[in-house]
């Protein structure tokens, strides 16, 4: 069993920089078995891919609506995944998500594609 727990998220201004960490954990676990996702839900909406990381973090994607202003990030000693986010906007405010998946994908964009999923941080950008 995977155990992930996100931290780091709160409630900042437009254009302020928010990172987000999840600390991974489990009996035998190693991150580095694992590609990372972050995703995000709004209130009333579905839950949307915002970034991934591959096992060694050699590949990443991002959604388009936070290309350029998020960067994702790994540290496999810490077990531990980042997702540094950069002049946030209203319209980012969302429970943000990791997840993790031990399985191989093209790009790691797809709910179903991962296997285990954080509680969840909130994180709110007032205008």
């Known amino acids: 069993q995977v155990h992930l727990v996100e931290s780091g998220g709160g409630l900042v201004q437009a254009g302020e920089s928010l990172r987000l960490s999840c600390a991974a954990s489990g009996r035998t676990f190693s991150i580095s078995d694992y590609a990372m996702g972050w995703f995000r839900q709004a209130p009333g909406k579905e839950r949307e891919f915002v970034a991934s990381?591959?096992?060694?973090?050699?590949?990443?994607n991002y959604a388009d609506s936070l290309k350029g202003r998020s960067t994702i990030s790994r540290d496999n000693t810490k077990n531990t995944v980042y997702l540094q986010m950069n002049s946030l906007k209203p319209e980012d405010t969302a429970v943000y998500y990791c997840a993790a998946t031990i399985r191989y994908y093209s790009d790691y964009k797809r709910l179903l594609e991962y296997d285990y999923w954080g509680q969840g941080a909130q994180v709110t950008v007032s205008s």
């Open positions: 990381i591959s096992r060694s973090g050699g590949m990443t």
